[in-house]
């Protein structure tokens, strides 16, 4: 066994010691000044910075529609790129987006909103683009209220039995099903 071990590291030692060339002769200079420059910018993420991250439409009537920009300004040192903008529902459409932003300039967005429903509405815009967080999220509110000029809806009445009717109402005897008619 002492000399399997001593001949495993025999072989080792010869292994090691063969392929100690000179390695630094072997790395080409065009390398080492790409992976500098990939190095120094790695972690320089385009920096997005919004004029608002909510918009309050306040008190609008059922059925309206409205609409907002959101602004938003690159201030980092790369190229902004925004890939995607989605909302939460159909009722609240993302327009017009300016994809590539340069440093220092301004791209904008607008959301359409159709004021369905009833009492306090909050919907959510996720902005899909490079920077170092991947997202943004900003939202839209609204307090939709019934417009008191639209036409009422007459209330569903439930069928009344036919006075007249010769047909006999069927009523079920299987317990549980009290009160049912079966006709």
């Keep these: 066994m002492k000399k399997v071990i001593l001949g495993l590291s025999t072989l080792c030692m010869v292994a090691f010691t063969s392929c100690k060339e000179n390695a630094a002769s ?3 200079s065009e390398n080492v000044a790409v ?3 990939r190095d120094a910018n790695a972690g320089n993420f385009p920096v997005l910075e919004l004029d608002k991250t909510e918009h309050d439409f306040g008190k609008i009537m059922d059925g309206t529609p ?5 602004k938003y300004t690159n ?4 190229m902004l790129v925004v890939s995607n903008i989605k909302s939460t529902c159909g009722c609240t459409v993302p327009s017009n987006y300016t994809k590539e932003v340069a440093p220092g300039e301004t791209g904008q967005f607008t959301v359409k909103f159709n004021g369905k429903g009833n009492g306090k509405v909050t919907k959510s815009l996720t902005m899909t683009t490079n920077t170092e967080k991947g997202t943004q999220i900003v939202k839209i509110t609204a307090l939709v209220e019934k417009d008191p000029n639209a036409p009422q809806k ?3 009445k439930a069928a009344a039995a036919n006075p007249l009717s010769t047909t006999p109402v069927k009523t079920s005897t299987q317990p549980g099903h009290e009160g049912h008619n079966h006709n």
Excluded: M, Q
């Design 75 to 78: 201030v980092g040192n790369s």
């Design 154 to 156: 007459a209330p569903v």
């Design 35 to 37: 992976a500098a420059e």
């Design 26 to 28: 072997k790395i080409k």
């Design 66 to 70: 409205v609409e907002t920009v959101f």
